[in-house]
């Protein structure tokens, strides 16, 4: 397991008990922080593999607290929760680099199932990562991407990839299952807009998939997250 230590960030005292309760049973060592401030506090002195992070928070709110994490130098993986249900607060939760994300009400068990999910992909890729990364070879099936030599092998053949192209699909591969929006994927790769729009990044998806796709209308590893952008495959064994 992975995951070890996780800081759980919510006010409401019942919701953090049931939550500790269940991870404890499940193995994990689990902190609590019942408001914004105090979670930046415990972060910044602690060493935490996940936050469960409340979106709604007396004080400092949630979106706060995710800004904080991700400005930290560190990659602590963020599942937020929160009451609102509208596309607009789940977007926004994803564009602050939230890894995944619950409504309230939530089932304890999809919980439990989701941070087990989260576990074993960051697991994957810190197997996949091992070494320096200009020594690094990605492999997710036939598909191997050398970091260092900046290829991307499919079956062993070159797929010429330009660099944006593969630099699109490094940021991807290097964090399976995790959605980036359009937006976020145009800045992390230096793609510039040639339409005013950050849909610019589809042009690239759509000729990175004619390289690497046998179907590129069935693609199997850069995936589609709909109203929202793209995402590398975290199903390839």
């Known amino acids: 397991m992975s995951l070890h230590h996780i800081l759980v960030v919510e006010d409401d005292t019942d919701i953090a008990n049931l939550v500790r309760l269940n991870l404890e049973r499940a193995g994990y060592q689990v902190s609590r922080a019942p ?3 105090q979670a930046i506090k415990r972060f910044d ?6 936050v469960i992070l409340d979106l709604m928070l007396p004080g400092v709110d ?3 607290v995710c800004r904080h994490i991700r400005n930290s130098g560190r990659y602590v993986p963020v599942i937020m929760l929160t009451a609102k249900g509208d596309e ?9 680099g939230a890894d995944d994300y619950m409504t309230k009400p939530f089932s304890v068990e999809e919980l439990l199932a989701r941070v087990k999910a989260l576990g074993r992909r960051i697991e994957l890729v810190g197997q996949a990562n091992a070494g320096k990364d200009e020594d690094q070879v990605l492999a997710f ?4 991407l050398d970091l260092g030599k900046r290829l991307a092998l499919r079956g062993g053949q070159d797929l010429h990839l330009t ?3 593969f630099e699109i699909l490094r940021i991807l591969a290097l964090t399976p299952g995790r959605p980036y929006s359009r937006r976020h994927l145009c800045e992390r790769a230096g793609v510039e807009s040639f339409d ?12 990175l998939r004619a390289k690497l796709e046998a ?3 069935r693609p199997q590893f850069v995936l589609t997250v709909w109203g929202y952008g793209y995402k590398f495959t975290d199903k390839l064994d």
């Open 35 to 37: 408001d914004g401030r």
């Open 45 to 50: 002195e602690g060493a935490y593999d996940l």
């Open 62 to 64: 949630g979106m706060e």
């Open 88 to 96: 607009a607060n789940k977007v926004a939760g994803l564009e602050m």
């Open 141 to 144: 099936g036939e598909l191997t």
């Open 163 to 165: 660099q944006k192209e």
């Open 196 to 207: 005013g729009t950050d849909r610019t990044i589809d042009t690239h998806i759509k000729r």
């Open 215 to 217: 179907d590129r209308n």
